[in-house]
């Protein structure tokens, strides 16, 4: 999923008109910028590009989930269903909003399964998190009947699949709120930032307002504006924007380099016993930053890792052993002081996540092995790659 591969001139341009410029923060010094607002047009090509009403930029994808939590009005006691195969941002942020985080199980999508988002809403669920991952959707329709019937927030995190869809529609764009993310391995990259959509005009005014200790921006230069909510500094740069545009000009190619080289790989490994592909609800909509493989068993998964590696087969992942990605390994969650202490240790898992017990994810992500796709890879690349993966795999 990295844009980094793209690097390029485009970006070198946009980032020297903001130096030109010298107006490096998105607000205020409206005389001086003379016109340039590189913020604001990430912003509007983003909208465009997603089609939103809104889209509104920020620091990370993390800020992004913190905003969206805290625009939803998800606070103390409050609880979010979210999945355990996820950025460990998502637990995060919900612990830092002292909501509680409530697991559901994932499924051969590697993403939440409705029948156990279903399972575990309770009275006190606030809002559903759902994450679609390693570029690919969730089932989000079943998802949403889910939320509407029960009268929860549905909020997305689309960090990993900027520029996928499910039936034309793009990921992000299905909640009340979704997030973006544009960190340095994500689809798209600023170098640092990400970004909420909403079709909702109250949504997006509490969130560009969250993102900047409450400021309104509704008068002109800074000096003018009211700020009279509750809020953070998550608030993206110039210079950071600028390199999104250049770099959200690029997507579409992005996708296309990306949708070639797994189709090859996928074609060349189609019809080897025992091997599944990750299920896509819409495999059109696939931005294709991943392909993801399961294996027959926990033990063949792990020999297979093992085997890809010594084949020189790089940028594969074993999510199960995976401190960042799955919960097994969220043990640093029990040193963890804060209020979501509190809401760890009131949802009784004692303080330790890694104590949960998800045995229908356990046996997904113990099968699964993903594999970064990458953009310079050359066709030669490609077949060779496929190659050694055929002589582990078949
Ligand atoms: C990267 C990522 C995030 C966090 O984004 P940052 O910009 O790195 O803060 C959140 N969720 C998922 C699924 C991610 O992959």
Redo the contacts with the bound molecule.
């Keep these: 999923m990295p844009g980094f591969e793209y690097i390029g001139e485009a970006e070198h341009r946009q980032v020297l008109e903001v130096m030109a410029s010298g107006v490096l923060m998105r607000y205020g010094f409206d005389g001086p910028r003379k016109g340039q607002w590189k913020c604001r047009e990430l912003e509007e090509n983003l909208a465009t590009r997603f089609g939103v009403r809104r889209a509104h930029v920020c620091s ?3 800020s992004a ?1 913190s905003t969206a939590l805290a625009v939803c009005g998800v606070g103390a006691g409050d609880e979010v269903v979210l999945p355990p195969f ?2 460990v ?2 637990l995060e942020t919900v612990l830092l909003a002292g909501a509680v985080p409530v697991f559901a199980d994932i499924d051969e999508t590697l993403c939440l399964d409705p029948r156990s988002v279903a399972a575990a809403m309770t009275p006190r669920t606030k809002a559903v998190l759902v ?1 679609h ?1 390693c570029g690919a959707m969730a089932r989000i329709d079943a998802i949403m009947e889910l939320c509407r019937t029960h009268q929860v927030t549905l909020i997305e ?1 689309a ?2 699949a900027a520029g996928a869809t499910f039936h034309g529609k793009p990921l992000g764009t299905f909640g009340r709120v979704g997030c973006l ?1 544009f ?1 340095y391995v ?1 689809t798209i990259t600023c170098g ?1 930032g ?1 970004a909420v959509l909403t079709d909702d005009e109250e949504t997006y005014r509490l969130a560009q307002a969250y993102t900047d200790h409450g400021h309104d921006h509704a008068g002109a230069d800074r000096g003018a504006d009211g700020h009279p909510h509750i809020g953070a500094n998550f608030r993206l740069s110039e210079l950071h924007a600028a390199v999104g545009v250049a770099q959200l000009a690029r997507l579409d190619d992005i996708l296309q380099v990306q949708r070639r080289h797994k189709a090859m790989l996928k074609d060349g490994l189609a019809g080897i016993r025992g091997l599944q592909f990750r299920e896509l609800p819409d495999p059109a909509g696939d931005s294709a930053t991943f392909l993801s493989l399961l294996l027959p068993s926990e033990h063949d998964a792990r020999q297979a890792a093992k085997a890809l590696a010594e084949a020189g087969v790089d940028g594969c992942f074993y999510w199960y052993d995976n401190n960042w990605h799955y919960h097994r390994k969220w043990d640093h969650i029990k040193t963890f002081t804060s209020p979501g202490r509190l809401a760890i240790d009131r949802f009784g898992y004692g303080s330790d996540l890694t104590k949960i017990t998800l045995p229908q994810s356990d046996a997904v992500i113990g099968r699964t092995i993903s594999m970064l796709i990458k953009l310079r890879w050359t066709e030669e690349h490609v077949r060779d790659r496929l190659a050694r993966m055929k002589s582990v795999l078949a």
């Design positions: 990370s994808g993390t989930l996820t950025f941002a998502d994450v991952m995190d960090a990993q993310s960190d994500k640092e990400g």
